[in-house]
């Protein structure tokens, strides 16, 4: 199951990253890893989470 969230306007770079991370930890929470994100022109982010991502071990 996939789950998209987007990140409210953030123009400055560190507080993009703290708000993807605050949010990557929530959602690892309830089980979703961040699979993809990408960064809009109007200075949003939009992510895309997975529940249940199996680990590899190679």
């Known amino acids: 199951m996939y789950k998209t ?3 409210e306007y ?3 770079a560190d507080d993009m990253a703290q708000k ?3 949010k990557a ?3 690892l929470q309830d089980g979703y890893e961040l699979v ?3 960064i809009t022109g109007t ?3 939009i992510l ?3 529940k249940g991502l199996k ?3 190679i």
């Open 5 to 7: 969230v987007v990140i």
């Open 10 to 12: 953030s123009p400055k």
């Open 20 to 22: 993807v991370e605050e």
């Open 25 to 27: 930890n929530e959602m």
């Open 36 to 38: 993809t994100m990408s």
């Open 43 to 45: 200075a949003k982010a």
């Open 48 to 50: 895309v989470f997975k």
């Open 55 to 57: 680990k590899s071990f």
